[in-house]
């Protein structure tokens, strides 16, 4: 059972920022906040992840609530091989990943 | 260069038989992980391994044996297949075992559909 929600689906345009939002009120202090993708008919692809701090890479940023109970995965200029289901989760002490619905991010040309 | 493999691809069989896929992973990880993704995309952790060693099982009908008969390998065996066992099967792989940031590499999938 996801500990997280997000939005169901999302749509954006090529070259412009996409910001996924994601909830996670009942994530514990000390778990981990991970954003990972799936394209269709591929496997899970890690994106980013962090703790407290934002965080950025090469494919995003993590923005995270002061609370820690939600954060913002933003794609700061969407492409079409954006397009895919982002899922966000929270790592537990034993590593283990569990996948609610994600978003499915739609980009438009 | 596939960093995790996964064979086969496709696995359509019917009820009641014996079925197993395999894993490999390339990337010299010490822990290996099976899961589950259902019809609505949740997917699920089923096992997971460490250099061999069980460390998880999410509470698996035992119809579903893994093995690791070395560290970058984790097959699944399926006995007696139901029909509620259709999924796609991900394999994944991460370099330690239990810290929280670690990242998991997941294997393209192994779609099984159960007649």
């Known amino acids: 059972d996801a500990k997280t929600t997000q939005p169901n689906s999302m749509e954006s345009n090529e070259e412009e920022p996409v910001h996924l939002p994601c909830n996670h009120s009942t994530i514990s202090g000390t778990d981990y906040i991970h954003w990972y993708r799936q394209l269709p008919s591929q496997g899970p692809e890690y994106v980013i992840h962090?703790?407290?701090s934002n965080v950025n890479n090469r494919m995003a940023s993590l923005a995270i609530a002061e609370d820690r109970k939600s954060s913002t995965l933003i794609l700061h200029r969407a492409t079409l091989r954006d397009a895919a289901v982002y899922y966000c989760t929270n790592n537990n002490a034993g590593n283990m990943l569990t996948f609610g619905g994600g978003t499915r991010l739609m980009v438009k040309p | 260069d596939t960093a995790v493999s996964q064979t086969p691809k496709y696995l359509v069989t019917q009820m009641g038989n014996d079925k197993s896929i395999k894993c490999e992973q390339n990337l010299g990880h010490d822990t290996m992980y099976w899961y589950k993704q259902d019809s609505k995309k949740f997917l699920k952790i089923m096992f997971s391994y460490n250099n061999k060693e069980l460390i998880i099982n999410e509470t698996v009908p035992n119809r579903f044996s893994p093995k690791s008969p070395d560290k970058a390998h984790l097959n699944l065996h399926i006995n007696s297949l139901e029909l509620g066992d259709s999924a796609v099967y991900f394999c994944?792989?991460?370099?330690?075992?239990?810290?929280?940031?670690?990242?998991?590499?997941f294997g393209p999938g192994t779609r099984l559909l159960v007649l």
């Open positions: 962090g703790l407290t």
């Open positions: 994944a792989s991460s370099l330690g075992r239990a810290g929280r940031q670690e990242t998991q590499y």
